[in-house]
């Protein structure tokens, strides 16, 4: 079993930052991939970034690209989302995940993941 804690989340105005942390416990795996989405009300649950556990290849969304960075700290088992420029459009409710043998065709990919946090709300206001 692998349990996800996601924090972070709050209300910040258009343009301003905030950072999502991720903390892994339990058992841990070397190779396994690190993700985040977000689901707005009445939509579908999206991918937003995704890290590899080795070698530390990141992946993003064309929504976010050059304003959100994912970043981890292998010492503390901790994943962090780094959101800047944020638009009212970012609001959702953020879930880390954890994909134990991710790929990268399947990295983007909500059901291939294997454990998730309890979400976070980000809500940016116009």
């Known amino acids: 079993q692998v349990q996800l804690v996601d924090t972070g989340g709050g209300l910040v105005q258009a343009g301003g930052s905030l950072r999502l942390s991720c903390a892994a416990s339990?058992?841990?795996?070397?190779?396994?991939?690190m993700g985040w989405f977000r689901q707005a009300p009445g939509k579908e649950r999206e991918f937003v970034a995704a890290i590899a556990w080795i070698g530390g290849n990141t992946y993003y969304a064309d929504s976010v690209k050059g304003r959100f960075t994912i970043s981890r700290d292998n010492a503390k088992n901790t994943v962090y989302l780094q959101m800047n420029s944020l638009k009212p459009e970012d609001t959702a409710v953020y879930y880390c995940?954890?994909?134990?043998?991710?790929?990268?065709?399947?990295?983007?990919?909500?059901?291939?993941?294997?454990?998730w946090g309890q979400g976070t709300q980000v809500t940016v206001s116009s």
């Open positions: 995940a954890a994909d134990l043998k991710p790929t990268i065709a399947t990295i983007t990919q909500p059901e291939t993941y294997d454990y």
């Open positions: 339990g058992r841990t795996f070397s190779s396994y991939a």
